[in-house]
């Protein structure tokens, strides 16, 4: 088997862990701050929607459909997930850790993989890291934005799916 592939993504948000946090952890959200597209919720967690054992359906575009398992929650700290499909990808998983600092936040969002095709690891490994840094600006800036981080997440707010036209006002 290929050598295990590892990319990671940091920035120090402004923002607070609960208020990055609250962003994260619920899957809604996603298609209101990222390039997510759609989301939609294929099994609840162990302890609610968005908990430890849920299952997600991810939509980029109209050809890219992801589904992961949330592996890992605990407030105000970390997010785990696991891609179950959607890409040639083996073992996947990533987790995303917030860390108190003097100035709000460290985002660490580190994802790791074998590549289903051995010779496509140079592209996958630069995909997934410009993935990542798009995701930790994007999560970053929303948290940092109060007006827009509260409109988001009551938007969201029990949500079993979600698409970006929402926050554009183009769906109720």
């Not at 109209?62 to 605990?74: G, Q, S």
């Not at 108190?100 to 630069?126: H, M, Q, V």
């Not at 995701?135 to 970006?164: D, F, Y």
């Amino acid at each position: 088997m290929p050598e295990r592939i590892q990319v990671q993504a940091s920035t120090v948000s402004s923002a607070q862990p609960d208020e990055i946090y609250a962003l994260l952890v619920n899957s809604a959200t996603y298609p209101l701050w990222s390039m997510i597209r759609y989301y939609e919720s294929l099994r609840s967690g162990r302890e609610g929607l968005h908990d430890v054992g849920a299952l997600r359906l991810f939509k980029t575009n109209a050809i890219t459909v992801m589904r992961e398992e949330v592996t890992d929650v605990a407030p105000n700290e970390r997010v785990g997930y696991t891609l179950l499909s959607g890409f040639p990808l083996l073992d996947y998983r990533s987790q995303t850790t917030l860390e108190k600092t003097t100035s709000g936040t460290r985002i660490i969002w580190e994802s790791s993989f074998y590549p289903k095709y051995p010779l496509t690891a140079w592209y996958w490994r630069r995909l997934m890291a410009w993935v990542l840094r798009r995701l930790v600006k994007s999560l970053s800036e929303t948290a940092e934005n109060p007006e827009r981080r509260l409109k988001i997440l009551a938007l969201a707010q029990g949500k079993t799916s979600m698409t970006k036209r929402v926050l554009r006002g183009e769906c109720n």
